[in-house]
């Protein structure tokens, strides 16, 4: 017997899966916050490493510029691939609707949506109406951010485990 305030394993399915529908909705809504973020954090990056010449030297400018890049790359990949997933039929139920709302030129309803078309979440595309509906920079703009936040990431951990395994007389050059 299923007593009040415990779930059933598919709830708890059900619910994760709502919510991961609901930030891909949101993502493909706000891409061009995203966007934005991404340039705010490169244009922060460059202005650490800009603001004291003296600076530019010491690792740990360069440490806190590499985060900002990181953070950067990260944004650019979500945006990307809100954008990419904005230009889908991605939450519009009705084929037909979506052929509708996405290439109003070229649809009729009396021929309705290709019985051929399919689309993926990653890589990702839509030919549900035809031609590709995703834009052709999405696809490795969202591989070559990841790879760029993977590898200023694993720098980023390596420099600063080296920083701290530094001896005490080299610390004041951190």
Sequence with gaps: ????????????????????????????????????AALVFVVVALLALRRDPHLRGRAWALRRAGWFLAA????TGAAAYGR?????????????????????????????ASADGSSSMWPLRDTTCGPDLVPGYVNPLVAGSAVLF?????VLILAEVRS???????????
């Excluded at 305030?5 to 995203?34: D, E, I, K, R, Y």
């Excluded at 950067?72 to 944004?75: E, L, Y």
């Design 72 to 75: 950067g790359a990260a944004f």
């Design 1 to 36: 017997m299923i007593g009040a305030g415990t779930t059933t394993p598919g709830a708890v399915g059900c619910t994760s899966m709502f919510l991961v529908f609901l930030a891909l909705v949101l993502l493909a809504l706000a891409w061009p916050v995203f966007a934005a």
């Design 84 to 112: 990419g997933l904005a230009a889908t039929t991605f939450g519009i139920l009705d084929p037909d609707d979506a052929c509708m709302l996405r290439r109003p030129e070229g649809y009729s309803h009396r021929i309705g």
């Design 150 to 154: 993977v590898v200023l990431l694993a």
């Design 164 to 174: 701290r395994r530094l001896p005490a007389g080299d610390a004041a050059r951190r």
